[in-house]
Nanobody
Framework: QVQLVESGGGLVQAGGSLRVSCTAS????????MGWFRQAPGKERGFVAA????????YYVDSVKGRFTISRDNAKNTVYLQMNSLNPEDTAVYYC??????????????????WGQGTLVTVSS
């Protein structure tokens, strides 16, 4: 049974930092590009960041470049998203997802095969 379980969400003040994690099971984690998406209230789910299978390459949406860092530990089947300099516009449910293709810049939600249930990040002003 495939599972992606996010954790680490919570309430943080603007300017603060938070790290969310996602632990996978039920599939060969190291064979998948991993991504983070987010969905703010009333908005569509959108791409945030992705990391290649071995972790040597990353890709970010412009709005988080320089503030967020995606990383992975294949020995632990876990992907992380370190979020710094948070602002209220970063408030959303954050989802991790697994993509079995080869294009790191593939940002459409439809190409990702497996999804977690999400973790809420709230940034107060």
């Amino acid at each position: 049974q495939v599972q992606l379980v996010e954790s680490g969400g919570g309430l943080v003040q603007a300017g603060g930092s938070l790290r969310v994690s996602c632990t996978a099971s039920g599939f060969t984690f190291r064979s998948y590009i991993m991504g983070w998406f987010r969905q703010a209230p009333g908005k569509e789910r959108g791409f945030v960041a992705a990391i290649s299978r071995r972790g040597e390459s990353t890709y970010y949406v412009d709005s988080v470049k320089g503030r967020f860092t995606i990383s992975r530990d294949n020995a632990k089947n876990t992907v992380y998203l370190q979020m710094n300099s948070l602002n209220p516009e970063d408030t959303a449910v954050y989802y991790c997802a697994a993509y079995g293709g080869i294009v790191l810049q593939a940002i459409a939600t439809g190409v990702y095969k497996y999804w977690g249930q999400g973790t809420l990040v709230t940034v107060s002003s």
